[in-house]
């Protein structure tokens, strides 16, 4: 069942070093005072510890700054073992929503047998404990390993079966693409909230690493824009701003159930499209009092 109100939250990653920890923590300062629904922290597996650093972060979200944190945790590498031992502090540490992934693979590096997907690993927290609170990953333009939408709508639908809570999307650059994959979702009769994925590219280098990596198309509008703006810093962030901004409009008036914004740790990113937009979450928030009375 859809929300009544779109949900605004944000994306961090983990600092790799002290002088992008004390950034990280700046930033998240600055944040806190755009009251976002709850903050999710990344993880990866070649991370030496969960622990000291995705943990470490969340706590310090919800103790420090009091707002909701989401502690990702990816299946690939994981015994049974390691995630009760995960589980059990996240408990004690009152973290109590987690976003369940496979995760990365690495050729070179051996698979744990006890979570093959997120769908496993989706199951056995919500038996281990099923107060725990799970978003899993989802994607408009499908899976990179699956074979066609269909498969993975069976997939995704498997995770939800498990117990996902809500569904948080993989950027994406083409609302047509969101709004086809939801109706994908709907037919299947998959009804949790599903929160898109929305990243402002505001560089070249970042743009360059998308194409390359994320197995994300670009439209001919943005490409038209990097195509236009690339030898200008100043230009490229200010319009992929405005992509953005463009984006989330158009999603919250067609009644999204909430944006993820994947912030790259920068506090000004998340402040620009929070100013831009706040009345939009506002008006929502207005008109769900005005029809409840």
Known sequence: MKPSKTSLSFEVF?????????????????????APNFISVTCSNRQA?????????AEHIQQQHQ??????????????????????????????HIL?????????????TDFPYASDLIDYIKKWDPSFSISAACYPQGHPESLNTVEDIHHLKLKVEAGAD???????????????F?????????????????MPIINKRQAERILRTADVQLPKKFLAILD????????LRDAGMA?????????????????HLYTMNKAKIARTIYDATQSLFDLETNNTVVESA
């Open 14 to 34: 983990p600092s790799t070093s002290k002088a992008t920890d004390d950034s990280l923590f700046a930033s998240l300062e600055q944040m806190e005072g755009l």
């Open 49 to 57: 510890s969960l622990e000291d650093s995705t943990v470490k972060i």
């Open 67 to 96: 707002v909701n944190s989401i502690v990702h945790l990816t299946a690939a590498y994981l015994n049974k073992g390691e995630v009760d031992t995960i589980l059990t502090s996240l408990q004690q540490k009152n973290l109590q």
């Open 100 to 112: 369940a992934l496979r995760g990365d693979l690495y050729p070179n590096i051996p698979r744990s």
């Open 166 to 180: 809500q569904l948080i999307t993989q950027m994406f650059f083409d609302n047509q693409n969101f709004y086809q």
């Open 182 to 198: 939801q109706e994908n979702c709907w037919l299947a009769g998959i009804e949790v909230p599903i929160l898109a994925g929305i």
């Open 228 to 235: 236009k703006y690339a030898d200008n810093p100043v230009a």
């Open 243 to 259: 992509y953005a901004i463009d984006q989330i409009v158009d999603l919250v008036t067609q009644g999204v159930s909430g944006i």
